[in-house]
């Protein structure tokens, strides 16, 4: 063995003495003197309750605080939704304000237990810092909600076509805008694509015009289909006046007379008037006599 090992192996075992020495002496001093070690466990269990009994005002004053807070919270959202503002930039605002109150409401809740102000300023500013790097990507969109709101390209319940995508505007938080399809899909898009994106907005003007395209055989009489058109318009109550509709040749197909019907309507009304027109159209022209033409083949054989 090796003078080194010796002197570790000597060392080790004066510690594991020392130890021993040790707790022999508690044992000793609890079975000789017994008044003294029940002493210091009550002095030290009276200390820790006369501690709490000191934080107990703390704590209570903390959680008024809270509560008061809290409550302050619910009033200020009740009362943004009660402004005149618009649902879109009222529902936006009442993020951005939540989010700054938690943070000054656990600011004052943390300094009512008597924690500095300043150490919690550092702690959230450091804390801000490290979410921030870690969050790039989601600051873009945070950018891109507030000129959403100064740039009020759409608003909720408007029906818009962003990114590749068309639905009626349901919700802007801060983060993203989510559209309800058609089919009823719920879609989010981050804000920072909305607004760097060609927005359509369907609602903005009030008053759309439905586009449509009907097609009548050469055999037929134009300006017979184009009077069975109008009174068939004149007939929806939801296809407005003014602007007046238009009913013109668009084009000589193929095999077809195209006939380019325009009607105006409230864009909420839309859709019930792109289909009863539809559907009115196709009546009124079987009614009328009038053919709507379709793909034939003309097959002629030449005998020998």
Known sequence: MSVLNLI??????????THEATINDAVHDLVEHPEETVSKFSEFFHNMW???????????????????GLIVLKLISKGLDRTRLDLTVTNFTKQCCKIVLYV???TVVLSTLGIPATSIVTVIGTAGVAIGLALQNSLSNVAGGIMLMINKPF??????SVAG????VRQITILYTRLDSDSNQAIFIPNGQVSGATVTNNNSNGIRRVDMVF???????????????????????????????I?????????????????WCNCADYWSVYFQTMEDIRAA????????????????????
């Open 285 to 304: 022209f079987t009614a009328a006599g009038i053919s709507i033409p379709f793909d034939q083949l003309d097959v002629h054989v030449v005998k020998e």
């Open 247 to 263: 009913v013109r040749m668009l084009e000589h197909a193929a095999s077809s007379i195209n006939i380019a019907v325009r009607p």
């Open 104 to 106: 000054l409401l656990i």
């Open 165 to 168: 995508v068309s639905g009626t």
């Open 8 to 17: 570790s192996t000597a060392a080790a075992t004066a510690e594991a003495a």
């Open 155 to 160: 608003k909720i319940g408007d029906y818009i």
């Open 50 to 68: 006369d501690a709490i009994v000191r934080a107990v005002p703390t704590i209570i004053l903390a959680i008024i605080v809270l509560i008061v």
């Open 215 to 245: 097609s009548i055989s050469y055999d037929d009489d134009f300006e017979k289909a184009q009077q069975v058109i109008f009174e068939v318009l004149k007939r929806n109550e939801k296809i407005l006046k003014d602007p007046a509709p």
